[in-house]
């Protein structure tokens, strides 16, 4: 990874290793294409081209990537940039603000609270239960006690899923029967999480809904409002979790979910994989919304925190596909 | 949000039009659009490429430029090569000696494990005997979920929980099919990156022991430009046969079936629908090209429509549409109910040609005129709703003053109202025809 002078978000090594080791995998230790743009060190209109096609092969979508190439474009002639380093550098910052989103903090270790309730949600197989799962145990190995709430009723064997991941991460998991109603659920997840359990954190595991069901959405709301008459200010997080091979529908899940319930973050899955996850660019520039984790593998441990710098450098880091 | 490509082709074809005729140039600037519109339909950027290479050789020929109409001609011919890309609807493909193998493979999260449900209650029906095989030993209950699937759909599934190798398991499931007299093997494999080699060595070796008829990529319809990779790379390995796209009752665009097919060859042959068992519907290349072109879709639009309804509300409703008996008390639920469906210049973006016309209409100035109607209707009584011609001067005054309207625009609405009814009687089709003359009546 090229040396990185404004490298400013806190990660700690062991994360950063985690994520250098699975994005390992897709660099293959070869420098891109940009890396044999560098050595051109000129700027051209085929640079512009270029960075361009990277970006939108990231899945960044095109008007994001119009806007960011335009920007640092701009920036780069007022500056009067001459190098290509420098260029990239340029876009690389572009990128970040954006992912930055000017959001608050992540408000899911809050020592001042009583019980936090995390609510999370997204589409069929975006990897809600498994990332519930490895937060349950990076927030346990944090020593806070957590407890899960087996809110998806409606896939066969969601239920067990979960269980197995709780036992896991040693989290107790709070679970009725198959088919029953996701609200009585969280509604007895909160009592347990209050009263016998003393919880510090509680994740509600929700089933996989398309946000264009009218119903399932509304559903959903109903459980959030569960959580809202039971404890101040609840949820207190809502996270999307989004797969890193979505394309450009995710702008209007995200768009959806957070209509419906207020996203306020994404939980990036399955970058192990060679998918970029670029869309969530657009998604940080449109709604507003921070990504706050990305999911890595399916260990338990393949979980970090979002470091921008991180994403963008992998982001644009060209490998060989053709 | 994006603009259809049929309305910014439209634009650039206002311009040809203009011209009357029709230059490289002119082409490359339709063709841009189509490009974006591609791109932002998640076909991979490469494959748009070759596709627009392909295109223009087609449309900067002579047929276009002594063409009437060269507008047409393009957009038809994106749509045409649209379609032969995305290729044929394929059966299943069964042939030989019983048991007849499916093998499902895909990335994690794909819907493998439903999909597996769905084709055995789709093969049954066609009065064959199927046989689950649970070989995902990875994902946590992901034995237990296709178990549950069997019991509900009543099909036997051989699972051996999660300590076997998958290899072993599929042997001894082909041996009990021979035994139990399946003719149908259908195999859920875990989902797995193609990047994992071990993970593919695997499917390798279940391939070459249980000798499919079919290996199917199952791949959702959101993927992005990974789609490319990841079908080219489960081609390279494993060596496909077809490919399933799932989730297609959300409202992504679908370009990675574009992508997917290309670099492939193989056949899309199944779409999913819905969640339930049931939702599996053969693949139709054309409705794929217009989804991808954005250039609208009724029945997307009627389904949506379904979904909120409550069904029975739904069946009720249309048997007065067809008989004329839809009242003012009818229309007001009707309204509330299609307002739940998102804003109106969305729905009718969905119906083919009225995308212009919804691009035309103020979405604000409309709902606000929706909002205004609703309040007059909801001031009347329910007497009044049912029979509107009891309504006389001084019941209108009370509405007027009641919806903080005029007496005037209660009038235009209950002039509009017959105007519809009179519509309504015409139109015998029942649904489809409802919700068009419903907005047309009202003049929106
Ligand atoms: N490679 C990889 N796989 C992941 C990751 N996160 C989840 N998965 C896999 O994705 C698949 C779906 O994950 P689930 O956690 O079941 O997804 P879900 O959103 O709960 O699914 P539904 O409840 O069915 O909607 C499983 O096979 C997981 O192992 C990740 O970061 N990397
Ligand atoms: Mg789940």
Do not use: C
């Not at chain 2, 409309?366 to 909002?371: A, E, M, S, V, Y």
């Amino acid at each position: 990874m090229p040396f990185n002078p404004f490298r400013r978000a806190k990660i700690d090594v062991e994360d950063q290793e985690r994520i250098d080791r699975s994005l390992e995998k897709t660099r293959g230790g070869i420098l891109g294409r940009l890396g044999t743009l560098f050595q051109a060190n000129e700027i051209t209109d085929e640079l512009w081209e270029e960075l361009e096609e990277i970006l939108i092969m990231g899945d960044v979508g095109v008007e994001t990537t119009m806007k960011l190439v335009d920007a640092t474009r701009d920036r780069v002639r007022r500056e009067g940039v001459k190098k290509i380093e420098d260029a990239y550098q340029i876009l690389k910052e572009e990128m970040v603000r954006i992912l930055q989103a000017d959001a608050p903090p992540l408000d899911i270790d809050n020592p001042h609270r009583l019980l936090t309730v995390v609510l999370v949600v997204g589409v069929n197989g975006s990897g809600k239960t498994t990332t519930i799962g490895k937060l349950a145990n990076y927030y346990r190995k944090k020593g806070k006690r957590v407890v899960l709430a087996a809110a998806d009723t409606f896939r066969a064997a969601a239920i067990d899923q979960l269980k197995i991941w709780g036992k896991r991460a040693g989290v107790s998991v709070i679970a009725h029967k198959p088919g029953g109603d996701p609200g009585a659920v969280v509604y007895d997840a909160i009592r347990a999480s209050q009263e016998s359990r003393d919880a510090d954190i509680l994740f509600i595991d929700t089933a996989g809904r398309l946000h264009t069901n009218y119903n399932l959405m509304k559903e959903m709301e109903k459980i959030r409002n569960v959580a809202r008459r039971q404890v101040h200010k609840a949820p207190h997080e809502v996270l999307l979790v989004l797969d890193a091979t979505t394309g450009q529908n995710a702008i209007t899940q995200a768009e959806k979910f957070k209509q419906s319930v207020g996203v306020t973050g994404v939980v990036l899955t399955k970058l192990d994989n060679t998918a970029k996850g670029g869309v969530v660019i657009a998604i940080a520039d449109r709604l507003g919304v921070p990504v706050r984790f990305v999911g890595t593998g399916e260990g338990i441990d393949d979980i970090a925190e979002f470091d921008p710098w991180v994403f963008v450098e992998s982001l644009l880091e060209h490998d060989k596909r053709t | 949000m994006f603009d259809n490509l049929s309305d910014k082709l439209q634009d650039v074809f206002d311009n040809l039009g203009k011209k009357g005729r029709l230059t490289e140039a002119d082409v490359d600037r339709a063709l841009r659009q189509v490009r974006l519109a591609l791109l932002e339909a998640d076909v991979n950027y490469k494959v748009v490429k070759d596709f627009i290479v392909r295109v223009k050789e087609r449309a900067v020929g002579a047929d276009v430029m002594h063409s009437l109409s060269p507008a047409q001609q393009v957009i038809k011919i994106v749509h045409e090569e649209l379609i032969n890309t995305l290729g044929e609807a394929a059966p299943l493909n069964l042939s030989g000696a019983p048991p007849h193998v499916i093998m499902l493979v895909g990335l994690q999260g794909s819907g493998k494990t439903t999909t597996a449900g769905k084709l055995a209650r789709r093969l049954r029906k066609q009065g064959r005997r199927p046989l689950l095989v649970a070989a995902d030993t990875y994902r946590p209950a992901a034995v237990k979920q296709l178990e549950v699937l069997g019991e509900q759909l009543d099909i036997p599934v051989h699972s051996e929980g999660v300590e076997p190798p998958p290899p072993e398991i599929v042997n001894r499931a082909l041996k009990r099919a021979r035994r139990e007299a399946r003719d149908v093997v259908i195999i859920d494999t875990a989902g797995r990156l193609t990047i994992d080699d071990q993970m593919m060595d695997e499917l390798v070796k279940i391939k070459a022991l249980s000798k499919p008829d079919e290996v199917l990529l199952v791949a959702d319809a959101m993927t992005g430009q990974e789609a490319v990779r990841v079908a080219s790379d489960f081609h390279e390995r494993v060596g496909l046969t077809g490919i399933i796209l799932t989730k297609i009752d959300g409202d992504a665009r679908g370009g990675a079936a574009i992508s997917m097919r290309s670099v492939t060859g193989v056949p899309i042959k199944f779409v999913g629908v819905s969640e339930k068992l049931d939702g599996l519907e053969p693949f139709y290349p054309d409705r794929m090209a217009s989804r991808i072109l954005g250039m609208g879709d009724v029945l997307t639009m009627i389904e949506k429509a379904e979904e909120v309804m409550d069904k029975e509300e739904a069946a009720r409703m249309e048997k007065k549409l067809r008989k004329g008996e839809f009242d003012l008390d009818d229309f007001l639920k009707q309204m509330r109910q299609m307002r739940k469906m998102g804003p109106i210049t969305s729905l009718l973006s969905m119906i083919p040609g009225m995308g212009q016309i919804a691009k035309e209409i103020d979405p604000e100035a409309t709902d606000k005129q929706l909002k205004h109607i609703e309040a007059i209707i909801s001031s009347m009584t329910l007497e009044e709703r049912r029979n509107p011609r009891i309504i006389n001067a001084s019941r209108k005054r009370r509405i007027a003053r009641g919806s903080g309207t005029t007496v005037q625009e209660v009038n235009e609405l209950l002039s509009q109202f017959r105007q519809m009814q009179r519509l309504m009687k015409q139109l015998q089709s029942g649904k489809r025809g409802g919700l068009g003359g419903l907005l047309g009546g009202f003049g929106l």
